[in-house]
């Protein structure tokens, strides 16, 4: 069966969805409403349909439908109460904080790889803020990507101001118990930037010796650009603390691209990964149909 008649028979399907009934076909393996056994993260958005619109709907839906946590890349720029009213309906329903974006991120121009003093102290600065948001929201990890490479510099030069940087980082967070995760980004989509690659951050996470630095293997990145990504994942196995998902191409929920996202997900489990999987990628197809989609392709990706 080709993957658009899957998701067509899902879509068909959609009393499984409503009344708790296993899915038939293409892999659906738990009941509406139990846990997933992989802690895949929704974000705000994708789920709208289902959350009337409102952010404590859509999470609650999350719950729900059995996802153990929440990512919000944009919650360190949410006002306090509604910070802290996710982070009340999360605790209710007892989910985990996912990654937020821990600090301003140079896409154009250098910062962390030039060295400059005014960028660091400014990286550093946003680090102690994101310190206070972590607390707040009861989040662990927040994610660093260190932006534009600094053209005039030597490749050498730029990665030891980046450990630099990330070393006094570490010196905030690590009393807190906190981890920022450094997000190797493809090329293509981010042309320019500093960090590309797994073996790279491993590198970087390796120089800067801490508790409190780790990477996030972002799947729909690093098949773009080095593929191969469990024989990666598990040679930078020790320095990865967080996953984030999107199928190749377009960038939406696993079956919707070429990636084998069961086998990825099966053997990550397998090694004992107890932590977030993010879900940072659209919706395939529009409105409510849309949303269930994501919801039975999960399903039938989910490690067992």
């Known amino acids: 069966m080709r993957r658009r008649e899957f998701v067509g028979s899902a ?13 038939e076909g293409a892999g659906s393996r738990a009941r509406q409403g139990e846990p997933f ?121 730029q990665m030891a101001h980046v450990v630099e940087t990330l070393k006094q980082a570490t010196a905030i967070l690590e009393p807190h118990d906190l981890v920022m995760v450094l997000e190797p980004l493809n090329p293509r989509s981010h042309p320019g930037l500093f960090l590309k690659r797994i073996p790279q951050a491993h590198m970087i996470c390796r120089a800067v010796d801490s508790p409190a ?25 020790d320095e990865i603390a967080y996953f984030q998902i999107g199928d190749n191409p377009g960038r939406d929920e696993p079956t919707t691209g070429e990636i084998n996202f069961a086998n990825v997900f099966q053997h990550i489990h397998d090694r004992g990964f107890d932590g977030i999987y993010g879900m940072e990628h659209g919706n395939s197809q529009p409105g409510a149909e849309g949303e269930s989609a994501v919801i039975e392709a999960y399903r039938s990706v989910d490690s067992r």
């Open 11 to 23: 879509l068909a399907a959609g009393a499984a969805l409503a009344t708790g009934r296993r899915a």
């Open 213 to 237: 630095c780790k990477i996030l293997d972002d799947l729909f990145h690093q098949q773009i650009t080095e593929g191969n990504l469990i024989p990666n994942l598990d040679a930078a196995w």
């Open 37 to 157: 056994t992989c802690d895949f993260a929704p974000h705000f958005g994708m789920f709208r349909e289902h959350g009337g619109g409102d952010l404590m709907g859509e999470l609650e839906f999350m719950a729900d439908q059995g996802f153990r946590s929440l990512e919000d890349n944009g919650m360190k720029g949410r006002p306090l109460a509604e910070q802290e009213a996710i982070a009340a309906t999360m605790s209710r329903r007892d989910m985990r904080m996912g990654v937020f974006v821990a600090h301003t991120i140079y896409w154009q121009e250098p910062d962390l790889a030039s060295g400059d003093a005014d960028k660091r102290a400014e990286f550093l600065s946003e680090i102690r803020e994101s310190v206070e948001v972590a607390k707040r929201v009861n989040a662990k990890w927040m994610t660093v990507v260190p932006g534009h490479e600094d053209l005039r510099q030597a490749p050498e030069f």
